[in-house]
């Protein structure tokens, strides 16, 4: 079964500054990656996905995320963090057989220092 | 605005009740995904229907069920209603033929148990 980690709970940084989310996930299979982020009382919105070819991918919001197989990791970066940045964002993997829903990591709220 | 529809936005109930949250999910998407957030669990994946028939089940529990109707809206009953069920109820929908995962998400139905 697939799986997702995700590294802090909370992660703090001032506006300007790198953002950096960590995920680290779990597959028997070449996993599909997503990121999304979620707004005070919204849904949730892609960030971004990787699927197959590029390991770079880049998102939406000067988002964007690295696939290393060698790391089962997908961490999720912006070079200047936004005060409007601030959201929980959850890493999922894609399900297979069956089921091809997402799991989601237990997500990482992003608070942005002024 | 995703394309996803989850009626009502806000329920208040009490414990013992049973209440239905109703989805219309994007157009032509057959595939349509149930999820609970609370503080506690995180993102709980509870069930998915395909084209009007289930297709994978996840942490539900038995006091629920859910249906996906010949229109492709879905339905999630909760009943006997107990303090826990407290939390955020997501639909989501995918298109499976060539999709990549992707799934698309309502903006929630609260659910509040007192």
């Known amino acids: 079964a697939q799986s997702v980690t995700q590294l802090g709970s909370h992660v703090s940084v001032s506006e300007g500054a790198l953002v950096l989310l960590r995920c680290n996930y779990s597959?028997?299979?070449?996993?599909?990656l997503f990121w999304y982020v979620q707004y005070p009382n919204q849904g949730l919105q892609l960030l971004l996905k990787?699927?197959?070819?590029?390991?770079l991918v880049k998102g939406i919001n000067g988002f964007e995320a690295e696939f290393k197989k060698s790391e089962t990791s997908f961490h999720l970066t912006k070079p200047s963090a936004h005060m409007s940045d601030a959201a929980e964002y959850f890493c999922?993997?894609?399900?297979?057989?069956?089921?091809?829903?997402?799991?989601f990591g237990k997500g990482t709220h992003l608070i942005i220092q002024p | 605005d995703s394309g996803v529809t989850q009626t009502p936005k806000h329920l208040i109930t009490a414990t013992g009740q049973r209440v239905t949250l109703r989805c219309s999910p994007r157009?032509?998407?057959?595939?349509v995904y149930w999820y609970q957030q609370s503080l506690d669990q995180g993102l709980q994946f509870l069930i998915q229907y395909y084209n009007g028939e289930e297709r994978a089940k996840g942490n539900i529990l038995e006091r629920f069920s859910a249906q996906q109707f010949p229109d492709l809206h879905s339905e999630l009953n909760l009943s006997s209603l107990e303090l826990g069920d407290s939390a955020l109820y997501f639909c989501?929908?995918?298109?499976?033929?060539?999709?990549?995962?992707?799934?698309?998400f309502g903006e929630g139905s609260r659910l509040t148990v007192l």
């Open positions: 989501a929908s995918s298109a499976l033929t060539g999709n990549t995962g992707e799934l698309f």
């Open positions: 597959s028997s299979v070449p996993p599909y």
């Open positions: 157009s032509g998407d057959l595939s």
């Open positions: 999922a993997v894609r399900g297979t057989g069956g089921a091809d829903g997402l799991t």
């Open positions: 990787y699927t197959t070819g590029a390991t």
